[in-house]
């Protein structure tokens, strides 16, 4: 696959059925489209095309854990900003991607640093949002692997939609829970100093 120069369709969400008594169904109807224009530094496009909406990248950055580099995160936002507090609290179509770049990252790994960084973004308390972490946990149930892509879409009104490598892999209603996943790196207690750092940084070129 191609990373720069190419628009590349990722996803059709028509009439979501979730299979999954845990996870509420209801119809979406979006497309999601990748646009690369990135150099061969930047492994994250600087724009998400989602419909007829564009987001732009507002900053990147690596997530380094015992001197090696785990992934790479971006955030993308509708306009750049560089108030963690005003992208927390939106409700606006709004992204952040993962991408795998160690092979020293498993499912396990992966679930585990992600329930970490939720307990930290909603204060210490845990049992907060035990139902959506199960629910992610869920949707999250395939094994990890060295440049898998995730991508958080949160859709306004919808929820926040999960993909792996393009593929939706289901939806997670509620504004609350967004706040609480988009905080494991834009909170006041974030997984990584830098990277938030990075990803508020405003401009598209920051790592």
């Keep these: 696959m191609e990373r720069s120069h ?3 369709a990722l996803l059709s969400l028509l009439d979501i059925e979730v299979a999954m008594s845990m ?7 979006c497309l999601l489209f990748i646009s ?8 994250l496009g600087p724009q998400l ?3 007829d909406q ?7 950055g690596f997530r380094t854990k015992t001197f090696v ?3 790479e995160s971006g955030l993308y936002l509708t306009k750049p900003t560089t108030d963690a507090q005003v992208i927390l609290a939106a409700d606006e179509m709004m992204a952040i991607r993962v991408r795998i770049t160690s092979g020293f990252v498993s499912r396990a790994s992966l679930v585990s640093s992600l329930q970490e960084g939720l307990a930290k973004s909603a204060n210490g308390r845990p049992d907060a949002f035990a139902r959506e972490t199960e629910q992610l946990q869920e949707l999250l149930k395939e094994e990890v692997k060295k ?5 958080f879409v949160h859709v306004p009104t919808k929820g ?3 993909l792996k490598n393009g593929k939706l892999q289901g939806v997670i209603p509620g504004l609350e829970f967004k706040k609480a996943l988009f905080g494991i790196w834009l909170s006041e207690a974030p997984v990584d100093k830098e990277l938030r750092q990075a990803m508020l940084s405003g401009k598209a070129k920051s790592y």
């Design 54 to 60: 564009v987001l732009q990248l507002n900053g990147a």
């Design 49 to 51: 095309k989602i419909g």
């Design 160 to 162: 926040l939609c999960v």
């Design 147 to 151: 440049n898998d892509v995730y991508d």
């Design 69 to 71: 580099q785990i992934y």
């Design 23 to 29: 996870i509420r169904i209801f119809p979406i109807a």
């Design 6 to 8: 190419q628009g590349l």
């Design 36 to 43: 690369f224009a990135s150099t061969a530094t930047a492994e």
